[in-house]
């Protein structure tokens, strides 16, 4: 079985602050890696995506960092707002998506 | 354009009885998928179904869930003889083709009591 390691599982920060979640993974062969936010009785949205040719992409408040040699990827949120308050999930792409087990972000204002 | 539609979004049952959940992906998506998600928890892949081709199975939990989907469209996830823990969230996504390359488009899910 694939696996995805997310951490923290929760996280807290003030409006204005940088939110960081972490995503570790095992196999190499993964060509995708995405982010998806979702909100309470939503269904999950893609965020961000990066493939593993670039270390990072940046999409306005949101960056993906990206280390090849460590298996590991990260999201960044920038000025952090109480709107980003959601769950995260990160994924890799192997033969299917699978995603890590979430992070539940709350941003107070 | 139109989502992916998921219907009921909501049922309570008792225990030992069958619920059909239903999935209308997105026109065009070829691929499309169901997932479990308890509560607070990540999300579970049961199975996903590409083309004609057939379905990959590999995350149903036991036997007493099936799924199939007709004409390529419409999705139908079926649980037999529901069990308590059975008891959470099922989400389906589509996608325009296989291969985790290509976004996963979820409905909201049909969040499924068990009593």
């Known amino acids: 079985q694939q696996q995805v390691k997310q951490s923290p599982q929760s996280l807290i920060v003030q409006k204005g602050g940088i939110s960081i979640i972490n995503c570790a993974y095992e196999?190499?062969?993964?060509?995708?890696f995405p982010w998806y936010q979702q909100f309470p009785g939503k269904g999950p949205a893609l965020l961000i995506a990066?493939?593993?040719?670039?270390s990072e992409k940046k999409e306005g408040r949101f960056t993906i960092s990206f280390n090849k040699s460590a298996k590991q990827f990260s999201l960044h949120i920038m000025d952090s707002q109480p709107g980003d308050s959601a769950t995260y999930f990160c994924?890799?792409?192997?033969?299917?998506?699978?995603f890590g087990e979430g992070t539940q972000l709350t941003v107070n204002p | 354009g139109a989502g992916v539609s998921q219907s009921p979004s909501n049922k309570v049952t008792e225990k030992g009885k069958d619920v059909e959940l239903r999935c209308d992906p997105i026109?065009?998506?070829?691929?499309l998928y169901w997932y479990r998600q308890s509560l607070g928890q990540g999300l579970e892949f049961l199975i996903y179904?590409?083309?004609?081709?057939?379905?990959?199975k590999s995350g149903l939990p036991s036997d007493r869930f099936s799924a199939e989907r007709t004409g390529g469209s419409v999705s139908t996830l079926t649980i037999q003889r529901t069990q308590q823990e059975d008891s959470a969230v099922y989400l389906c996504?589509?996608?325009?083709?296989?291969?985790?390359?290509?976004?996963?488009?979820f409905g909201d899910g049909t969040r499924l009591s068990i009593l």
């Open positions: 994924a890799t792409s192997g033969s299917r998506l699978t």
């Open positions: 196999n190499t062969a993964f060509d995708y």
């Open positions: 990066i493939r593993p040719d670039v």
């Open positions: 026109s065009g998506h070829t691929a």
């Open positions: 179904f590409q083309g004609n081709s057939a379905p990959d």
């Open positions: 996504a589509s996608s325009l083709g296989y291969r985790g390359v290509q976004p996963q488009h």
